[in-house]
Antibody
């Protein structure tokens, strides 16, 4: 069974940093692209960043470019997201998701349970 | 404001048929990018329901179907059941934003 487990969420002040992690199991982790998405309370999901199977291709949404950094360690079946210069509008549940399909035609086939990030002074 | 527009809510009695529309433009759905659908039960993560416009992952019943035409797509649920009460989101890719985009979401209520 495919399983993705996120961790690292919490409460942080504006301008602060957090590092989120996601560990995958039940599938061949380094066969697939991985992504981070978030969902603010009462809103729809928002795609944030994606990384190819070997880390060779990385892309970001404009809303987080320059502040968030995605990375992966296939030896540990893990995905990370470094969040810097946090803002109140970054408050949301953060999900890692496994990608299937082909580049811009891809979909998010499996999702973790999410980790909550709250940015508040 | 979401790039893809969905009705905020739809409802139907058990056994009825409901459809959810997802309207985009010429930089996303109308550009030929595929549409995918997700179901989100209360307090849980989104779950893939339909991929590549019409395909169902294993475990999704055949009373759920998807279609796409022009700048829009639709999700249909036949034989509505109580367990179908959830939020539903469409997803595609937008070439102007260079990003995956989601719909505003539709809440399905079983009367």
């Amino acid at each position: 069974e495919v399983q993705l487990v996120e961790s690292g969420g919490g409460v942080e002040r504006p301008g602060g940093s957090l590092r989120l992690s996601c560990v995958g199991s039940g599938f061949t982790f380094d066969d697939y692209g991985m992504n981070w998405l978030r969902q603010a309370p009462g809103k729809g999901p928002e795609w944030l960043a994606g990384i190819s199977w070997n880390g060779g291709k990385i892309r970001y949404a404009d809303s987080v470019k320059g502040r968030f950094t995605i990375s992966r360690d296939n030896s540990k079946n893990s995905l990370s997201l470094q969040l810097n210069d946090l803002r109140a509008e970054d408050t949301a549940f953060y999900y890692c998701a496994g990608e299937r399909g082909y580049t811009d035609y891809s979909w998010f086939a499996s999702w973790g349970q999410g980790t909550l990030v709250t940015v508040s002074s | 404001q979401s790039v893809l527009t969905q009705p905020p809510s739809v409802s139907g009695a058990p056994g009825q048929w409901v459809t959810i529309s997802c309207t985009g433009n010429t930089s996303n759905i109308g550009a030929g990018y595929d549409v995918h659908w997700y179901q989100q039960l209360p307090g849980t993560a989104p779950k893939l329901l339909i991929y590549t416009n019409t395909r169902r992952p294993s475990g999704v019943p055949d009373r759920v179907s998807g279609s796409k035409s022009g700048t829009s797509a639709s999700l249909a649920i036949a034989g509505l059941q109580v367990e179908d009460e959830a939020d539903y989101y469409c997803q595609s890719y937008d070439s102007r934003l260079s990003a995956f985009v989601f719909g505003s979401g539709t809440k399905v209520t079983v009367l």
